[in-house]
Structure formats: structure tokens, C-alpha cells
Nanobody, 123 residues
């Protein structure tokens, strides 16, 4: 079992930046991939970005490519999401999640989830 805690959300003006963190505790190993998802009111949860734990291969949704950067610090068991050039449509609750295996975009294949952190981008 892996416990995940997100932090770093908040209110920012359009064009601004935020950095989210996801601290993992419990069993993580070289087969664990981590990902960020987001869910806006009335919408389905969608994949944002993900990173392999050992290979560090990164994946991004088209909507955030060039603006968001996912990274991780193995020593701290923490994943980050640097979000730049934020837009109002980025407003959502952001969740981190883990799974055993490669990064996939479907939320249903992720086993462990954090409680989420709210990101609000004002126009």
C-alpha cells in the first residue's frame, strides 16, 4: 500500500505558475509509475502527466505539453508538477496516483490515490 499526499495548490492569475508536490510513503519500487490527474466540476478525471519510477520516461496530455513539467526525486519519494503559463481551463482538483507498470492515461488502472489539491486560475 502506498500513501500519497499532494500539496502546492492555490489561486493564481492566468499566466502564472504553481508547483505541485506528491509525497509517497509505503511500498514504491522500480516498477512503480506515478501520474497526475485532474478533475474539474462536472467533468471526468483526466490524465495530465506521468513519469516512470526507474526509467523516468515522461508523458503529457496534449493540453499541457510545453507548459507543464513532471519530475521526481527518488531520494525524497516525491513527484512534482511544475505548471507554467496557467490558463483558466487548468482549474481543477489535481490528484497524484501510482500503479505498477508503465505510465498509462486511464485513471482506472491506478491503484493508489492522494486526496487532491485545488488549483484555481483566475482570468
Amino acid at each position: 500500500q502506498v500513501q500519497l499526499v499532494e500539496s502546492g495548490g492555490g489561486l493564481v492569475q492566468a499566466g502564472g505558475s504553481l508547483r505541485l508536490s506528491c509525497a509517497a510513503s509505503g511500498r514504491t519500487d522500480s516498477e512503480t509509475s506515478m501520474a497526475w490527474f485532474r478533475q474539474a466540476p462536472g467533468k471526468e478525471r483526466e490524465f495530465v502527466a506521468g513519469i516512470g519510477w526507474s526509467v523516468r520516461a515522461t508523458h503529457y496530455a496534449d493540453s499541457v505539453k510545453g507548459r507543464f513539467t513532471v519530475s521526481r526525486d527518488s531520494a525524497k519519494n516525491t513527484m512534482y508538477l511544475q505548471m507554467n503559463a496557467l490558463k483558466p481551463e487548468d482549474t481543477a482538483v489535481y490528484y497524484c496516483a501510482t500503479r505498477t507498470g508503465v505510465v498509462l492515461t486511464g485513471p482506472h488502472v491506478y491503484i493508489n490515490w492522494g486526496q487532491g489539491t485545488q488549483v484555481t486560475v483566475a482570468s
